[in-house]
């Protein structure tokens, strides 16, 4: 097989078995300078502070913003109405839907995860030299930026994305339960197995 870089496509070798002219993708050691070179000058945008315009795939406009306090950080699942949090669920829609109708006004302003960007630091990726211990990193130290989108929309559209969302959360947690179930059966098998 052979080995070639993914990037500018060199012949780098050969791998076993020999008579498969399949490739097998790899990297470069110049591309992979350029790659690290390319990521310590990646730019996120919107930059912390700044807002910029978006159009969804609905046509609705919204704004992306970067979450930087704890009380704007929201998660898959999360919508927020007015500056209140929610985590979507079938259980919680009532509660939403009395929250919704207490606001004034047609529409109201709802935000929601929209993507998170990770930049690495390409210091701490690269190969450390040998008589430098380990840098303990900060916990504090956050190397991803969650986005965050606002947008103005009528209140019976912001009801369905959480009807949306929490279809899609229930469903979630079903899997999660499922799939701790199965873990479950499992273990009780084996220990009738030991038994
Ligand atoms: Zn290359």
Redesign the pocket.
Known sequence: MKIV??????F?GEQEPFDNLAEIKA??????V?EKEEASRFIPKPLPGQKQEITLENGLKGVLWVAQDKKDKLFLGDLAVSGKKFFCTKSGRDKFQEYLGSLKGEDAEVSFLHTVSIKLDPAQKGRRKKENPPKVEDPKKNHSIDYNCTMRAPKYYVQLMFNDMAERMDRVIEILAEASYEAYKKDCQKTIKAV
């Not at 870089?5 to 060199?10: L, V």
């Not at 990297?27 to 992979?32: A, N, Y």
């Open positions: 870089c993914s990037r500018c496509k060199i780098l990297k470069c050691p110049s591309c992979i350029k």
